[in-house]
């Protein structure tokens, strides 16, 4: 039973993905913000002190064919004297005029004084990419309104300790089931270019 309701969602999702929203290929760029906050500290009502200190602006690039979807955002990040971001592929479904994604990526961060390059989260930092299967993975999830050519999202990332090196994928589950409340929440406004 659970193969045939897979089969049927997976069969009902292909169409959907390729014919609602903009079509079988996407292309978008626009601009993001991210804030440090968190939904725990959103919920205890920390954000309303919130300022324009706690946000980092930057760039979204987005590409989707059909249901996947590869997305890289790119803030300056004065704190740390760089720049920073998450490059994340997910599974994209366009319904009607929104878009539901959810996915796994890499933070990186980019220091201009020292010129160190590094990847992934506190749980498991690379410095060379080479050694990309020992960083940690970040979980993506993000809900955008195809508005006409623009399109207007939220996005949550919530890091994990999970990388291909460990191969802790129930640790993966495990913290989206009891640390989802620690993701860090993000806006971007784009525009469709194909």
Same mark, same amino acid.
């Given at each position: 039973?659970?193969?045939?309701? =897979?089969?049927?969602?997976?069969?009902?999702? /292909?169409? !959907?993905? &390729? $014919?609602?929203? *903009?079509?079988?290929?996407? #292309?978008?760029?626009?601009?993001?913000?991210?804030?440090?906050?968190?939904?725990?500290?959103?919920?205890?009502?920390?954000?309303?002190?919130?300022?324009?200190?706690?946000?980092?602006?930057?760039?979204?690039?987005?590409?989707?064919?059909?249901?996947?979807?590869?997305?890289?955002?790119?803030?300056?990040?004065?704190?740390?004297?760089? =720049?920073?971001?998450?490059?994340?592929?997910? /599974?994209? !479904?366009? &319904? $009607?005029?929104? *878009?539901?994604?959810?996915? #796994?990526?890499?933070?990186?961060?980019?220091?201009?004084?020292?010129?160190?390059?590094?990847?992934?989260?506190?749980?498991?930092?690379?410095?060379?990419?080479?050694?990309?299967?020992?960083?940690?993975?970040?979980?993506?999830?993000?809900?955008?309104?195809?508005?006409?050519?623009?399109?207007?999202?939220?996005?949550?990332?919530?890091?994990?300790?999970?990388?291909?090196?460990?191969?802790?994928?129930?640790?993966? $589950?495990?913290?989206?089931?009891?640390?989802?409340?620690?993701?860090?929440?993000?806006?971007?406004?784009?525009?469709?270019?194909?």
């Amino acid at each position: 039973m659970k193969r045939f309701a =897979i089969a049927l969602i997976i069969a009902l999702m /292909i169409p !959907a993905c &390729i $014919f609602a929203g *903009r079509g079988l290929f996407d #292309l978008t760029l626009g601009v993001a913000a991210s804030t440090t906050y968190d939904i725990e500290k959103a919920k205890e009502g920390e954000i309303k002190n919130i300022t324009l200190d706690d946000f980092k602006f930057g760039a979204d690039a987005e590409v989707k064919l059909a249901f996947v979807s590869v997305d890289g955002k790119l803030f300056y990040d004065q704190a740390n004297k760089g =720049i920073s971001g998450l490059v994340s592929a997910n /599974i994209a !479904a366009d &319904i $009607f005029f929104v *878009r539901v994604k959810a996915g #796994l990526g890499y933070q990186y961060t980019y220091n201009f004084d020292t010129k160190t390059f590094s990847l992934g989260n506190e749980a498991g930092i690379v410095n060379d990419f080479a050694n990309f299967k020992d960083a940690c993975f970040d979980v993506n999830a993000g809900v955008d309104f195809l508005i006409g050519p623009v399109t207007v999202g939220a996005y949550a990332t919530l890091p994990t300790e999970t990388s291909i090196a460990n191969g802790q994928w129930g640790e993966l $589950f495990k913290a989206l089931a009891e640390k989802w409340n620690l993701a860090q929440l993000g806006l971007t406004v784009g525009f469709a270019l194909l």
